[in-house]
């Protein structure tokens, strides 16, 4: 018999209706905070916005325009569910870079890598099936990884990235325990949140460990161009092409905006991520695919990426040294490239906890438990550096600074606040990924 509202609460009538999945799907208690966040007077070192003020607005809008004028009626046509072919080959010459070789026919084109996400979890994931993931790991991943009753399995990472023998044994343990491991997902390049990179050794090493054990390797990497010193290193997809699912993404080298990015998959899988993303987007934005067609034909592209990287590498300059002279008491990693850095506060204190407080006095920051989906993450927190100017970083350590002292005074009357143990992830604002 079908369901009727009367299954529901008063606030919902059709709580009772939903499925399984759905119940897992919270709204972030953080969300009404950024709200707040977003308010000018406030110092927000917690979004992941790319600086979009350093773009060429004026070229962007005219290679826009022509495309409308001229190609107006196809651009703004439905497309075809893989993605359309010109993005397609442009997209493996941007891969290059990274030293990856691979054919447009095993591209698939996405609104944004977050899509690329969905459909590589909805394509592999039975409820409880593990996915593997650094620790800590990216929100909206997580976030999708739990909409599919994923089991997220946490592998502790170093400033070299992920630890190879912890991935060893994890593997070893989860199968022992008889856990069907579907895949591990990686952000190799300056991770977020943690801010460190996969090193080259290990990469290998991390392929061969996957190889061997017939595990699947998500490699997530929207950062990896944004290398402050240009130097970008080889993606895990340049050494092996069937083991591995390849993510990319305009979002952070051009324009989150324009909701593009990609999947590169071997033929088989590739096949199975067009049909389930036509079965969910019928095809991604045409238009916002041809004009980064035209973008990428007319300006250039990687000299905008040599401008992202000065403005970066200066704000995280501006980060670690306000860092050093403020927060001593503090650590954090060293990002040679890409968002954020990853920091750890004293015992006693708990990030989730202090964050009202911190936007009472007009900084804000994301607390590390978003970061996990196991509850740890209490004494750690993710700082941006990609959106404020340096002065703007400078000030808000210094406020943040002041926010952690008094919190230092609090705990030391008071006591530690809880751990935040048993939060589990949530699902982010948008301005916060
Ligand atoms: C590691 C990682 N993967 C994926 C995404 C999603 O990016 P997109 O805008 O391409 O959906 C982000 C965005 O912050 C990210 O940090």
Not at 121 to 142: K, N
Not at 390 to 400: A, D
Request: overall charge negative; some cysteine; glycine content about 8%.
């Amino acid at each position: 018999m079908a369901n009727r509202p009367g299954d529901g609460t008063r606030l919902d009538p059709w709580y009772g209706s939903y499925a399984e999945r759905t119940h897992g799907l919270k709204v972030s208690e953080t969300r009404a905070l950024f709200a707040v966040a977003n308010r000018p007077e406030v110092v927000s070192l917690a979004g992941g916005m790319p600086f979009l003020d350093a773009l060429p607005m004026d070229l962007i809008a005219k290679v826009t325009a022509d495309l409308i004028a001229t190609e107006g009626a196809v651009a703004l046509q439905y497309g075809g569910g893989q993605g359309h072919p010109r993005l397609r080959a442009q997209i493996t010459e941007v891969m290059e870079q990274e030293s990856i070789q691979a054919h447009p026919d095993d591209v698939v084109v996405t609104t944004g890598s977050q899509q690329a996400i969905d459909l590589v979890t909805r394509i592999f994931i039975d409820p409880g099936d593990v996915i593997l993931a650094e620790s800590p790991s990216y929100v909206g991943a997580l976030s999708a990884f739990k909409s599919y009753q994923a089991w997220v399995e946490h592998i502790p990472m170093d400033a070299d990235g992920l630890i190879p023998e912890a991935l060893r044994q994890t593997i070893k343990r989860l199968r022992k325990a008889g856990k069907r491991i579907k895949f591990l997902y990686t952000i190799p390049c300056f991770h977020n949140p943690a801010g460190v990179s996969l090193s080259l050794e290990r990469r290998a090493e991390v392929l061969d460990i996957c190889r061997s054990a017939g595990v699947l390797v998500v490699e997530d990497n929207p950062y990896g161009m944004l290398a402050f010193d240009g130097s970008v290193l080889p993606a895990i997809r340049s050494m092996d092409q069937d083991g591995i699912i390849y993510l990319g993404s305009f979002s952070k080298t051009l324009a989150p905006g324009y909701r593009t990015g990609w999947a590169l998959a071997p033929h088989a899988v590739r096949e199975k991520l067009v049909l389930a993303s036509e079965a969910a987007i019928l095809c991604p934005s045409h238009v916002a695919q041809l004009s980064i067609a035209a973008y990428l034909e007319n300006c250039d592209w990687l000299g905008q990426i040599n401008v992202y990287r000065q403005i970066y590498r200066e704000r995280c300059d501006a980060m670690t040294t306000s860092l050093a002279e403020h927060m001593a008491e503090c650590s954090w990693t060293n990002p040679r490239g890409g968002f954020y850095t990853w920091v750890t506060v004293p015992e006693g204190i708990n990030t989730k906890a202090m964050l009202p407080r911190a936007t009472t006095e007009l900084v804000a920051y994301v607390s590390g438990v978003a970061f996990f989906a196991d509850g740890q993450g209490s004494r750690q927190m993710r700082l941006s550096f990609c959106y404020p100017t340096p002065e703007r970083i400078r000030e808000g350590v210094r406020r943040l600074s002041g926010v952690l002292a008094r919190e230092t005074e609090l705990v030391a009357l008071f006591g530690p606040q809880g751990d935040g143990a048993g939060e589990a992830v949530r699902n982010p604002a948008p301005d916060i990924t």
